[in-house]
């Protein structure tokens, strides 16, 4: 009997063990301080496109920890939700979060499932401020959401711009994701900008899926065509298979690629080799020196045991900014997450501006989208150089 009793005491005990343990799919703060504002962040950190998720709960939870060691007025609780860049898993995370009594959003990291949880927050009055999902959609319509990355449309004109005022390439293709909305708003603006420009896109090809593994049809039409330069608007995955698949048919173009191919060089398994002379457009070099990169890099790299990339620097910037605009609207930890939305959608609007690792003097339109410039860099012996 007395056995009995200790095993039925054991288990109310594990029961009990069980039951403190946050509900986040990754990183997530369990001493809540019941002054501090509930963040919640998500985004992929399991599945294809876990690089940038992982990157994205990393550097806002380094800011988070910055934040609170600091002792300010305002102080966050953290909690970072897996939604393996899958629109309704996004919508799940969100709706686990709001369970936990989430108050702001960062997030969510991918476009897809950001436009369907953009879509909640919105409806529920939650602010958002997403590191990284780029598409106009993502905004559209909703007071309340936010960017700190630059939109698909800037990357696809500044894209086209850069190539054509550099002459980059006389005969251009494009290979790009059409089921995706980041992929398809780059290419939109990219093609209709090289028009203007009197530069030929001498072929177009297209997949469906991120986890396409053979583009061998894609490059030979390129190939055939005789571009010598391929746009890539794609992701650091499929972007990883091409420059391999160009190698073994000794296809070599000048390949330029957008803010989605950041991570690459961090991606298991990719022979950095096949990225030589590969230009990107990003807001962040983890090579800079300027000094709170360098800072950031260093907490980073012993934290983590690696290079950051943009997304975790946007994720930085994308924690601090909130910080800084809930400090000019008088935002307190006891105030609703609808409250909260209404004090902090002025501030954005307004003359609030933020100075950070990817950008400085950013400020908001009415559209959410921020203003600061991309940058092109080439990659060159295995790190970014700016050009």
Same mark, same amino acid.
């Given at each position: 009997?007395?056995?009995?009793k200790?095993?039925l005491?054991?288990?109310?005990?594990?029961?009990?063990?069980f039951s %403190? $343990?946050?509900?986040?799919?990754?990183?997530?703060?369990?001493?809540?301080?019941?002054?501090a504002?509930?963040? @919640?962040?998500?985004g992929?950190?399991?599945?294809g496109a876990a690089v940038?998720?992982?990157? +994205?709960?990393?550097?806002?939870?380094?800011?988070?920890?910055e934040?609170?060691? &600091?002792?300010?007025?305002?102080t !966050? &609780?953290?909690?970072?939700?897996?939604?393996?860049?899958?629109?309704?898993?996004? $919508?799940?995370?969100?709706?686990n979060?709001k369970?936990?009594?989430?108050? *702001?959003?960062?997030?969510?990291?991918?476009?897809?499932?950001? *436009?369907?949880?953009a879509?909640? %927050?919105?409806a529920?009055?939650?602010?958002?401020?997403?590191?990284?999902?780029?598409? &106009?959609?993502? %905004?559209?319509?909703?007071?309340? $959401?936010?960017?700190?990355?630059?939109?698909?449309?800037?990357?696809?004109?500044?894209a086209?711009?850069?190539?054509?005022d550099?002459?980059?390439?006389?005969?251009?293709?494009? *290979? #790009?994701?059409?089921?995706?909305?980041?992929s398809?708003?780059i290419?939109?603006?990219?093609?209709a900008?090289?028009?203007?420009?009197?530069?030929?896109?001498? #072929?177009?090809?297209?997949? =469906?899926?991120?986890?396409? =593994?053979? !583009?061998? +049809?894609?490059l030979t039409? &390129?190939?055939?065509? @005789?571009?010598?330069? +391929?746009?890539?608007?794609? #992701?650091?995955?499929?972007?990883? /298979?091409?420059?391999?698949?160009?190698k073994?048919m000794?296809?070599?173009?000048?390949?330029?690629?957008?803010?989605g191919?950041?991570?690459? /060089?961090? /991606?298991?398994?990719?022979?950095?080799?096949?990225?030589? @002379?590969?230009?990107?457009?990003?807001?962040?070099?983890?090579?800079?020196?300027?000094e709170? $990169?360098?800072?950031?890099?260093?907490?980073?790299?012993?934290? !983590?045991?690696e290079?950051?990339?943009?997304f975790?620097?946007d994720?930085?910037?994308?924690? #601090?900014?909130?910080h800084?605009?809930c400090?000019?609207?008088? +935002?307190?930890a006891?105030?609703?997450?609808?409250t *909260?939305?209404?004090?902090?959608?002025?501030?954005?609007?307004?003359d609030?501006?933020?100075?950070? /690792?990817t950008?400085?003097?950013?400020?908001?339109?009415t559209?959410?989208?921020?203003?600061?410039?991309?940058?092109v860099?080439?990659?060159?012996?295995?790190?970014?150089?700016d050009?």
């Amino acid at each position: 009997m007395k056995t009995m009793k200790k095993v039925l005491c054991l288990a109310l005990v594990l029961m009990m063990v069980f039951s %403190t $343990v946050a509900c986040g799919g990754g990183g997530s703060d369990e001493d809540t301080d019941a002054n501090a504002i509930k963040l @919640g962040g998500i985004g992929p950190i399991t599945g294809g496109a876990a690089v940038y998720g992982v990157a +994205v709960m990393n550097g806002a939870q380094i800011a988070v920890d910055e934040i609170n060691a &600091a002792g300010g007025d305002i102080t !966050f &609780a953290y909690n970072f939700q897996d939604d393996e860049h899958d629109a309704e898993k996004g $919508v799940n995370a969100y709706s686990n979060l709001k369970d936990w009594g989430l108050q *702001i959003l960062m997030g969510t990291v991918t476009t897809t499932p950001c *436009i369907a949880v953009a879509g909640e %927050t919105f409806a529920d009055r939650v602010f958002e401020l997403t590191p990284s999902a780029s598409s &106009a959609d993502v %905004t559209k319509g909703k007071d309340n $959401v936010f960017q700190l990355c630059f939109t698909d449309p800037n990357q696809g004109i500044t894209a086209a711009n850069y190539i054509a005022d550099n002459a980059l390439g006389t005969k251009i293709a494009v *290979i #790009y994701n059409n089921a995706d909305a980041y992929s398809t708003g780059i290419y939109t603006a990219f093609q209709a900008q090289l028009k203007t420009k009197g530069i030929e896109i001498v #072929y177009t090809g297209t997949f =469906a899926s991120d986890d396409n =593994a053979d !583009f061998s +049809v894609q490059l030979t039409g &390129a190939k055939e065509a @005789g571009a010598d330069l +391929v746009f890539l608007p794609i #992701y650091y995955t499929p972007a990883s /298979l091409i420059l391999a698949q160009a190698k073994s048919m000794d296809y070599a173009p000048t390949f330029f690629g957008v803010d989605g191919m950041d991570g690459i /060089l961090a /991606l298991e398994g990719f022979d950095k080799t096949l990225a030589e @002379g590969v230009m990107l457009m990003t807001p962040f070099n983890p090579w800079s020196t300027d000094e709170k $990169v360098a800072a950031f890099v260093a907490e980073y790299e012993s934290r !983590f045991g690696e290079t950051p990339n943009q997304f975790a620097a946007d994720a930085y910037d994308c924690v #601090y900014a909130i910080h800084d605009a809930c400090i000019a609207a008088g +935002v307190t930890a006891d105030m609703d997450a609808a409250t *909260i939305c209404e004090a902090l959608i002025p501030v954005f609007t307004g003359d609030f501006s933020y100075d950070g /690792l990817t950008g400085t003097d950013m400020t908001w339109s009415t559209a959410g989208e921020v203003s600061k410039a991309p940058v092109v860099c080439v990659i060159q012996n295995g790190q970014y150089v700016d050009l």
